[in-house]
């Protein structure tokens, strides 16, 4: 009996050790059992978890620490995101500048990326605050991001008056613009939140570990699917700089920026791009500047561009002429006047495709065949009376007709449709 028992054990261990070995070497293996008993390959890196939990929360609030140790490994393609074998994860982030009220427009914000792109990609998402974000707030964003959330402190230094600016010369000018009724001109947060969008969010630690980002702002709509990585896209075509909405600024907010411009451009020739994009953003060889910039409020960029030497000197020079303070110089145009002048033309890029609102414009696709293959949910304008149609890119306020001019680009089909006339 007890011996019967013994022989019995032994074929027990070898049948499950055959199994064994048979399951290893079979390469056709089903994986999706263990793949729903531990998350999706991504998740395996620690940092992401789809949106149903599991995801990791970092705070990077002490400003010397070094950002998020979030090393974002390229992750191996998931099956169940529908990526392809070869498809490469970038070193990228999205980044979110907000304050802690803002939380639920941000969090519409997560949704509208999360639902048209992320869900694919699990990108890790920065937050930076001037303040400290709440609990709250980092507990409910991190529970719509399906990346990692890293929350970043920005540090008294990088959003208060540095020491060359007169402060009660500040205040008047504040005043008198509150008086004139120029947009935010009466705002002192909103110059430090310009001064900061240009010359420091990509100084801050948390954004250290990362190469490529994309800037979101709260309340942002996207109306199309995103259905290939835009951060992939901007490496392999060798993009520095993405937007999907230019205009002209408002004149009375900038009105010595391009003084200041041109004597950074006499003072620093060496940082000028051979090849740049003067003719987009002035319309005489760079005598006047004709008020033409990307929308910063989105960006796609490559945040080593900010980081170069080119442009640190440029903000340097604008710093020290005082215009965010004593004007009220908007990081857009600082960005915009940059991208055009130091580097090479090839490196911007018109994302028509990805459908983009920010109160008031919005970016659509016009041809019929794209907003149907992305699902686009703006409505295409032949649907609504003349005073409705908002597509906002050939209209006569837009600079992007300028921007396919300048780089010799080919307009979708249909834009005709969409113009003024
Ligand atoms: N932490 C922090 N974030 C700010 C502050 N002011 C603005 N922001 C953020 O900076 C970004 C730009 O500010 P907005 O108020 O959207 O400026 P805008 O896009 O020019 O104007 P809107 O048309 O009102 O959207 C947003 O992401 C805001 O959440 C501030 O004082 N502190
Ligand atoms: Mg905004």
């Known amino acids: 009996m007890v011996r019967g028992l013994r022989v019995l054990r032994y074929v027990v261990v070898a049948v499950t050790l055959l199994l064994i070995i048979y399951k290893v070497s079979n390469k056709d293996v089903d994986l999706s059992e263990y793949t729903k008993k531990f998350g999706n390959v991504n998740s395996l890196r620690g940092t992401t978890g789809g949106l149903h939990g599991g995801k990791a929360e970092e705070d990077v609030s002490a400003p010397a620490t070094t950002a998020g140790n979030s090393s974002p490994a390229p992750a191996q393609p998931n099956a169940a995101d529908g990526l392809a074998s070869t498809y490469e994860r970038q070193n990228a982030t999205f980044v979110t500048l907000a304050r802690n009220q803002d939380l639920w427009a941000v969090v519409g914000s997560i949704r509208e990326v999360e639902d048209r792109y992320n869900h694919k990609y699990h990108y890790d998402w920065v937050f930076l605050n001037d303040a400290e974000f709440t609990e709250e707030f980092k507990t409910i964003v991190s529970s719509f991001v399906s990346g990692k959330a890293v929350f970043g402190h920005i540090p008294p230094e990088h959003w208060s008056y540095p020491d060359w600016i007169d402060q009660e010369k500040a205040a008047l000018v504040r005043e008198e613009m509150n008086e004139k009724k120029i947009i935010y001109g009466f705002s002192e947060p909103y110059r430090h939140m310009c001064r900061f969008e240009s010359g420091f969010f990509w100084r801050n630690p948390a954004l250290d570990a990362y190469k490529y980002y994309w800037r979101v702002e709260p309340h942002i709509k996207l109306f199309c699917d995103i259905d290939y990585d835009l951060f992939a896209f901007m490496k392999n075509n060798k993009k520095s700089y993405g937007f999907t909405i230019s205009l002209y600024e408002y004149e009375a907010t900038i009105e010595t920026l391009w003084k200041t411009v041109k004597g950074f451009m006499a003072e620093y020739p060496q940082h000028i791009h051979p090849n740049n994009a003067l003719n987009f953003i002035s319309d005489d060889g760079g005598e006047t500047y004709n008020l033409c910039h990307f929308w910063s409020n989105f960006e796609v960029g490559d945040l080593d561009f900010w980081r170069s030497d080119a442009y640190r000197a440029f903000f ?106």
């Open 316 to 421: 340097d020079y604008l710093d020290k002429a005082g215009g965010f303070f004593y004007e009220r110089w908007g990081d857009a145009p600082v960005h915009s006047i940059a991208a055009a002048l130091l580097m090479d033309r090839s490196e911007l890029h018109y994302f028509n495709d990805v459908g983009y609102w920010h109160v008031p414009f919005q970016n659509c696709p016009v041809d019929e065949e794209t907003r149907r293959r992305l699902h686009c949910t703006c409505p295409s304008d032949d649907s609504l009376p003349p005073d409705q149609r908002n597509i906002f890119t050939w209209r006569g306020y837009s600079c992007t007709p300028r921007f396919h001019k300048v780089q010799g680009l080919e307009r979708p089909k249909g834009w005709i449709e969409h113009t003024d006339k």
